[in-house]
């Protein structure tokens, strides 16, 4: 169980273009998805935190214009990276929970999403 | 601020060694602490957590971690290590919120 996808697995643009990335929970309901940047060898960074139905939480110095993030059902959240450039090329890797389990519940993640910006 | 030490960032161990990766934390409050391994190109999997109650806690594939609050460390061992635990595991803490802080990684290189 708690299985969470990512669609695409890897997406190559070109400067200026705009690439959606999906976020699936594919057995359980997801009230909390996260979204998380990784440059290569280095850790998780948090972007993001959407709730079902609300606006995304985003971190500190993360561009809400640049990537948007929609969570629009208990089971798929997407992230848009706007306008993209060469330094937005990273992994992106979203996770989940239900929400219900407070600070000690599992997040769940995706394999990750790896976008590369010609 | 919280934060997670991983002192290591690439540790080579013979295959049937055993294996011990650390991880330091701060945290002001009680800490809920993760384990999670990522094989290259994907996502992360967990492989324990420790949230209250005994401090060895058990997980998958054979590994366990000890939750020590006097040294605010959380390492994780595995008695015998194979061929297939090759990959970058990660500590993390819950900060609230459900937000995970992450460690920066250790990378495991299994020898034969």
């Known amino acids: 169980g708690a299985v969470v996808s990512q669609h695409p697995s890897r997406v190559i643009c070109k400067s200026g273009t705009s690439v959606k990335i999906e976020c699936r929970s594919l057995d359980f309901q997801a009230t909390t998805m996260f979204w998380y940047r990784q440059f290569p060898k280095q850790s998780l960074m948090l972007m993001a935190t959407?709730?079902?139905?609300?606006?995304?939480?985003?971190e500190q110095g993360v561009e809400k214009d640049k990537f948007l993030i929609n969570h629009a059902s208990l089971t798929l959240s997407t992230l848009t990276v706007t306008s993209a450039h060469p330094e937005d090329s990273s992994f992106y890797i979203c996770?989940?929970?239900?929400?219900?389990?407070?600070?000690?519940?599992?997040?769940?993640f995706g394999p990750g999403t790896r976008l590369l910006v010609l | 601020a919280q934060s997670v030490t991983q002192p290591d960032i690439h540790i080579t161990v013979s295959e049937g060694a055993s294996l011990e990766l650390r991880c330091n934390y701060s945290y002001g409050a009680t800490p809920y602490l993760f384990w999670y391994v990522q094989s290259p190109g994907q996502g992360l999997q967990l492989l324990l957590k420790?949230?209250?109650?005994?401090?060895l806690v058990q997980g998958i594939k054979g590994f366990e971690a000890e939750f020590k609050r006097s040294q605010s460390s959380f390492n994780l061992r595995k008695p015998s290590v194979h061929w297939s635990d090759a990959a970058e595991y990660f500590c993390a803490v819950n900060t609230g919120f459900q937000k995970l802080v992450f460690g920066t990684g250790t990378r495991l290189l299994v020898s034969p």
């Open positions: 996770s989940a929970n239900t929400g219900a389990g407070g600070q000690s519940e599992t997040q769940y």
């Open positions: 420790y949230f209250s109650g005994d401090t």
């Open positions: 959407s709730n079902e139905g609300s606006k995304a939480t985003y």
